[in-house]
């Protein structure tokens, strides 16, 4: 009985008797079958199909929060379809990742770690600057200037509800095994939404955009910007969302998945080697030309940096040094020919446009903010889930008729000078804690992937100078799961190096057998009169 608990297994004590885990869940089904009967009276199937589904959805997290993890990161590259389907009333689809995953995942997780009396840690994580971020945030919801508490709630949950996410991914990664199916999946999941917005890019800088527009109807303008185009000498470029409900979130996604390719590629094809080691480049390069082809001119700059600060971290390869270069170069240039310009052109405005962003939407945004407040105005105010939940909620008259787009001006707005400050030192704990476990991993396979999570992580810290990326999906998810990568790397070394240890050390015990009391082997736990490696078998499986 006693190794059956320690393995996992449950007890056989109480046999017959139902477990709380399985009296909630007998509860939940019996509330949602006495719901879909009511819907089924009143005719709403909708509702009904709905309930069912948001209902499988918390079983199955509350089971296995693993699943809704996994189904996240799945869903969250397909999540802008429902939004576009259900346009105009798109409120109840942008909160179908919440419903259907985040919240059951955090359920589950806590009925596992905290009911179960299981330890919640994160090696490194700035835990108590973040608890004291989160009190800032949830003091402004109190501020007098707010219009009403729905406003707060919105943006108190914009700021904080990813936010465990890295708390969620450093447990999931046990072992090597897990880290390998997470990048896989990931990888995977970013090839459909890249193949669409290449075609799409190709189909409206060709003169075909009544094609694409076409497959969005209604919401046509408003996931396209209101088909917003940038002129490049006498070149214009189109933006695409592919299938996302708007370009930014595509734009954001391409650049996430720059990094997710790099290190499913050097950390999990590399180590195994055989023929699938091509398939890593191959999609870094289309990840790249879904970048460029997506319109927004920031990945223009944004992809080249972000692969050159890969290429720093991950250490000096000579093949990846010149092959990640020549083939960003091959990538830009066909993007480029697509539009109708040329590579330099392209860049030029590019950079011209990022230094008349700095200045309006931080030099400017930083004197505006400080015009109206310097205590806070209250948490949601500048945040756009409030404007779009709340049609008639106008921020304007509180800020003086101008929404800052900058996630740093937006911290200064709504949290006032101290919460910046909280959240300047929060954010730069979590990078410091990332660039200390990147340092510390000395595998090639992990230093790799995590070379990659530290230069998305540094990237969205850059581009909130520009826009509020980390309000947005899918960078909002993938930020604090890439931290809590980073923060398990050094882990994941540590016991493979104590498994192949213990593995040598049973190996030695196994071909000489025999009392040595003074050595390592004694040390081990290998007793003198005893079948040479026992005990280390027993520590194993303990430890399994």
């Known amino acids: 009985m006693a190794t059956q608990a320690r393995l996992g297994g449950r007890p056989a004590a109480g046999r017959g008797l139902p477990s709380r885990g399985d009296v909630g869940l007998g509860l939940l089904v019996g509330v949602l079958a006495v719901v879909t009967a009511f819907a089924v009276t009143k005719g709403v199937w909708i509702g009904i199909v709905g309930l069912i589904v948001v209902g499988a959805a918390w079983i199955a997290g509350i089971r296995d929060w693993r699943r809704s993890f996994v189904g996240l990161l799945v869903f969250l590259p397909y999540s802008g379809i429902f939004i576009i389907a259900a346009y105009p009333a798109t409120g109840p689809a942008t909160l179908l990742k919440d419903l259907l995953f985040v919240l059951p995942l955090y359920v589950g997780f806590l009925g596992v770690h905290v009911l179960k009396g299981r330890s919640v840690a994160v090696r490194g994580f700035p835990l108590g600057l973040g608890l004291a971020f989160a009190g800032i945030v949830v003091l402004q919801m109190l501020a007098p200037t707010l219009p009403n508490i729905v406003v707060g709630l919105i943006g108190a949950k914009v700021w904080l509800l990813y936010i465990p996410l890295a708390y969620v991914a450093y447990c999931f990664l046990r072992t090597r095994e897990d880290l390998n199916l997470l990048l896989t999946v990931m990888a995977a999941a970013s090839v459909i939404p890249c193949v669409v917005g290449i075609v799409e890019g190709i189909l409206v800088n060709t003169g075909h955009g009544d094609i694409v527009y076409s497959w969005y109807g209604d919401a046509a303008a408003a996931a396209t910007q209101q088909f917003v185009n940038v002129g490049v000498g006498d070149a214009t470029i189109n933006r695409v969302p592919s299938t996302f409900s708007f370009v930014g979130q595509y734009s954001l996604f391409t650049i996430i998945s720059i990094s997710v390719s790099y290190a499913w590629w050097r950390g999990v094809l590399v180590p195994r080697g055989g023929v699938r080691v091509w398939m890593g ?60 310009t040329g590579v330099g052109a392209l860049l030029q405005n590019t950079w011209d446009h990022a230094i008349s962003e700095f200045d309006i939407g931080t030099i400017q945004g930083v004197e505006h903010a400080f015009n109206h407040t310097t205590f806070g105005l209250g948490t949601g105010v500048d945040t756009v889930s409030a404007r779009y939940a709340l049609p008639k909620f106008s921020p304007y008259a509180l800020v003086g008729g101008r929404v800052e787009e900058s996630w740093w001006i937006k911290a200064l707005l709504e949290l006032g000078i101290i919460g910046l400050g909280l959240v300047i030192v929060f954010v730069l704990g979590v990078l410091r804690a990332a660039l200390r476990a990147h340092l510390s991993v000395k595998d090639k396979g992990l230093r790799a992937i995590s070379a990659a999570c530290c230069a998305l992580l540094a990237y969205a810290v850059f581009f909130n100078f520009k826009g509020s990326g980390l309000d947005l999906d899918p960078l909002n998810v993938v930020f604090w799961v890439f931290v809590g990568i980073v923060l398990r790397l050094p882990v994941i070394q540590e016991e493979e190096r104590e498994q192949e240890r213990r593995a040598g050390l049973l190996a030695a015990a196994t071909e000489e057998p025999g009392p040595d009391p003074g050595g390592d082997l004694g040390r081990a736990g290998v007793r003198p009169g005893t079948r040479a490696g026992e005990p280390l078998v027993t520590a194993l499986v303990s430890r399994r």
């Open 281 to 340: 480049p191959a999609l870094l390069g289309l990840v790249a030309l879904a970048a460029f082809l997506s319109g927004a001119r920031g990945t223009v700059l944004a992809a080249p940096a972000l692969i050159a600060v890969i290429l720093v971290l991950d250490g000096i390869n000579i093949r990846t040094w010149v092959v990640a270069p020549v083939a960003l170069a091959l990538v830009m240039t066909l993007a480029a020919s697509i539009f109708g």
